[in-house]
């Protein structure tokens, strides 16, 4: 049976309320939850853009059972891959057990902040590796000592960890990055349905790993109403990962997506009410042979109908796949 997560999306969602969304995501029944972790919203419409290690810390103390994951962190700019670790483990202390550690190589419209520029996609896979290589030591407690290409370590030992070490999960997008997701990662992340990065994951020793997806849509009893909010909050989503790494800010992604309409976005994110639409949206990653699923309800505003919504109808509805 497929889990069905719930994403806490921190470009559209003040901090207070995602600690909220958080426990009500339990209340209803999700199986577990996922945060975003920006220093940007993608568009400016979206407002916000909060610190989530810090809302994981509420979340974590405001839930009981709700398995949590970053869905993810970059840990080769903003963040030194040894301040990572130290937040996970503190992470997997505070929850329990109940986290797990998504990381990610990042986009432009995050790292950049620090004033270091952006480094080619060759590059950020380089200096991917060192960063999971310096995490995953960390994690066994012992003391580490690194000097590599990218980072150095002088002697980091993490004095708080979890009973059991925090699992990996790795984003990829292709080949390449299935790869190293299947060498140091405990699961596959990958947003959209694609088998070919499923297939490329097991082929590199992956095959018995989980595989986390995401799909965003827009609950509303009016499917006009919902797919002008999809619009307005998500069409920056129409650039594919390759444009999406690159841009540098919000006015970047409101340049590219400014010739995207409404049917463009509605014809990737479920728009309305119509149950059937978002089982048939999910199939796709199941058939591709995705275990996890986390929805994104589009608009801050509008948690509360889909949670309803979700414990009523959708969710059911899911198990049945």
Known sequence: ??????????????????????????????????ISDHYFPWLEAQGHAAYAWSVLGA???????????????????????AVVAQKAATMGVLSDGRF?????????????????????ADRRHRMFREAVTIITELFGGQYVTYDGEFYDVDSAK???????????????????SAAIAAEYGDLLIVNEPMPEVVGQFAQAGGADKPVYGQLALAYDTDAEKAKERAHRLWRWSAAGWKVMAELPGPVNFEAYSQFVTPD??????PCGGDVEAVVEAVKKYTDAGYTHVALVQIGHD????????????????????
């Open 264 to 269: 463009d976005v509605a014809s990737s994110v």
């Open 100 to 120: 797990t550690l998504g990381l990610g190589s990042g986009e432009n419209l995050n790292e950049h902040v620090i004033g270091e520029g952006w480094p080619s």
């Open 302 to 321: 509008q948690q509360e109908p889909f949670f309803r919504w979700a414990e009523q109808e959708l969710l059911p509805a899911l198990r049945a796949l």
């Open 158 to 176: 993490l004095y708080d960890l979890p009973e059991r070490p925090v699992p990996i999960g790795i984003a990829a997008s292709g080949g390449r």
């Open 1 to 34: 049976m497929v889990q069905i997560g719930y994403t806490l999306m921190c470009e559209q969602t003040p901090a207070r309320q995602l600690v909220d969304d958080a426990a009500k995501a339990e209340q209803v029944g999700f199986d577990y939850a996922v």
């Open 59 to 81: 979340v974590a103390h405001a839930t009981e059972r709700l398995p949590l994951m970053t869905y993810v962190t970059c840990p080769i700019m903003r963040y030194h891959p």
